[in-house]
C-alpha cells in the first residue's frame, strides 16, 4: 500500500491455517511476516511453527522434512528438531549435542482455527483470542465454511478499517441507505461496535427478506488487527463472518473467511436455501472490499465528510496501539538468549 505510515506488523494474534487441514504427520512451508517458517502437526497432535531453517546447514525443513513421532527430521542430514524447537538427536551422532535451537512461534487452535502471535518487540501474548461462540455451537448453527481467499495486496488494517465507514454500503455492498451507529466501545485491544441497517430498504421483497424491509445489525468486533468478526443479525437469521489477514510481508497478507449461519427450522445438516445463499452471498460482497484495498492508496489526514470524522478518527487512534517502532524476529529473542 503506498504511503503507508508504518514499517512493521502490527502486534495480535493472526490466522495461519484451519486445524481440519493440518493432519497428524503433516508439513508445511509457509511465509508470514517476512519470514520463512514450517508448520507441522507431531504424532499426538500438537502443532508447531517454527522458523524454517535447520540450524545444522540450513535446510528449509518445510520441503522434505518428515514428523517422527513428536519431532521434525531434517530432509538435508535428519537432524530432529522437537515442537518447541529444542535439538533432539543427531542421527549418525547420538552422543553429541550441540546448543542450537529453532525458533519456536507461540500458536493457539481455537473454534477450528490455528492461530500465530506477532508482536515486534518479542513479548509473549498478552490477551488470548476468545472465539466466535456460534463458530463452537454446532447444535444451533451450521458447520464452519473455510474460505482460502489467499494472497492479496492488502494490509491487516484494512478489513477492520470497514468498521466506522457506514458510507460505503452504499456504493460498495448495494446497500439502499448508510449504516446508523449503534454503539462504539473500546476495550484495549478489542473493539466492538453494532451498526443498524434496513434490509431490503426501498424493496417489497428479497431472497434476503421474503416479506418486506427488515430492521437488522451488523455488529463487528475486533481483536487487534488481524481478527475481527462481522454478525449480521437479521430478524432472527444470523451470519458470523471472520476475516482474518496475516502479513506475508510489508504489502501482502494471506486472507482467510469463516463464515457459518444459524441453522434454520425447515434445514438438514448441511445449509440450504436462505443459508446457503447468504454464505455464498457474504463470500461475494467482501471480495467487493478487497478490490477496492487492493489498489488503495492510505490518507493519513482525509478530507472527512458528512460526519464520518467522529468514528473513523477514533477508529485511527484506536489502530495505533498495535504498532511499534521497530521490527522484530522470532529468531532475535532466540539469539539474545544464545
Not at 31 to 44: K, S
Amino acid at each position: 500500500m503506498k504511503d503507508w505510515p508504518y514499517t512493521v506488523f502490527p502486534t495480535g494474534w493472526y490466522q495461519v491455517g484451519y486445524s481440519s487441514e493440518l493432519q497428524p504427520g503433516d508439513v508445511r512451508p509457509a511465509m508470514y511476516f517476512d519470514q520463512h517458517l514450517v508448520m507441522f502437526r507431531t504424532e499426538t497432535g500438537e502443532v508447531s511453527l517454527l522458523d524454517a531453517y535447520c540450524q545444522h546447514l540450513g535446510a528449509h525443513l518445510g520441503y522434505g522434512g518428515t514428523v517422527k513421532g513428536e519431532c521434525i527430521e531434517c530432509p538435508f542430514h535428519g537432524w530432529l528438531w522437537q515442537a518447541d524447537g529444542e535439538l533432539a538427536e543427531i542421527p549418525y551422532a547420538p552422543g553429541e549435542r550441540r546448543r542450537v535451537k529453532i525458533a519456536r512461534w507461540v500458536t493457539r487452535e481455537v473454534n477450528g482455527l490455528i492461530l500465530v502471535w506477532y508482536d515486534a518487540f518479542g513479548r509473549e501474548p498478552f490477551w488470548e483470542w476468545p472465539g466466535i461462540p456460534e463458530f463452537a455451537d454446532v447444535e444451533h448453527n451450521y458447520p464452519i465454511v473455510h474460505d482460502h481467499v489467499g494472497i492479496r495486496k492488502i494490509i491487516p488494517q484494512s478489513p477492520v478499517e470497514n468498521t466506522p465507514d457506514y458510507y460505503h454500503f452504499m456504493w460498495v455492498h448495494g446497500a439502499g441507505q448508510p449504516g446508523k451507529p449503534l454503539l462504539w466501545k473500546e476495550d484495549q485491544h478489542y473493539l466492538h461496535t453494532r451498526v443498524g441497517f434496513w434490509y431490503g430498504h426501498g424493496k417489497k421483497a428479497t431472497w434476503m427478506t421474503p416479506n418486506g424491509p427488515v430492521f437488522g445489525e451488523i455488529e463487528t468486533e475486533a481483536w487487534g488487527l488481524g481478527l475481527s468478526n462481522a454478525r449480521f443479525v437479521l430478524d432472527g437469521f444470523i451470519t458470523n463472518q471472520l476475516t482474518a489477514a496475516t502479513p506475508v510481508d510489508a504489502e501482502h497478507s494471506q486472507l482467510f473467511e469463516t463464515i457459518t449461519v444459524n441453522r434454520q427450522p425447515d434445514g438438514g445438516p448441511e445449509p440450504t436455501g436462505r443459508a446457503a445463499r447468504m454464505i455464498e452471498f457474504q463470500k461475494g460482497q467482501i471480495r467487493r472490499d478487497f478490490a477496492i484495498w487492493e489498489n488503495q492508496r492510505y490518507v493519513e489526514h482525509p478530507p472527512f465528510a458528512g460526519g464520518e470524522e467522529e468514528h473513523y478518527a477514533r477508529f485511527r487512534r484506536w489502530s495505533r496501539q498495535f504498532y511499534s517502532d521497530k521490527p522484530y524476529t522470532a529468531s532475535t529473542e532466540v539469539a539474545a538468549a544464545s
